[in-house]
């Protein structure tokens, strides 16, 4: 049974930094591509980063140069380096994987963790 299992979200004051764990089981990362995602009350849920099996990664345009999406293959473990981190950053944090390419739309996934909140205050 394939399980993903996000940690490390948490409250931290605008400007700060939180690396966010996504773990994995019964599933092999090398495969598939694998995705940040997150939903902040009332929004959409958007993509944040997404990173392939060959290690390209693309991100949404608001975080670029921000958040920094990594893997670790042998640990299947999935990771989100968010710094200098702004108020409008406070969601929900899921980690996906399964799409096929490198993709920032969630439908292109097929699991999902439970997610993870992360509070950015002023």
């Known amino acids: 049974q394939v399980q993903l299992v996000e940690s490390g979200g948490g409250s931290v004051q605008a400007g700060g930094s939180l690396r966010l764990s996504c773990a994995a089981s019964?599933?092999?990362?090398?495969?598939?591509?694998l995705g940040w995602f997150r939903q902040a009350p009332g929004k959409d849920r958007e993509g944040v980063a997404a990173?392939?099996?060959?290690?390209?990664?693309t991100y949404a345009d608001s975080v670029k140069g921000r958040f920094t999406v990594s893997k670790d293959s042998a640990k299947n473990t999935l990771y989100l380096q968010m710094n200098s981190l702004k108020p409008e950053n406070t969601a929900i944090y899921y980690c996906?994987?399964?799409?096929?390419?490198?993709?920032?739309?969630?439908?292109?996934?097929?699991?999902w963790g439970q997610g993870t909140q992360v509070t950015v205050s002023s």
């Open positions: 996906a994987a399964g799409a096929t390419w490198l993709s920032l739309r969630g439908p292109d996934y097929n699991r």
């Open positions: 990173i392939a099996s060959d290690g390209t990664t």
């Open positions: 019964g599933y092999t990362f090398s495969n598939f591509c």
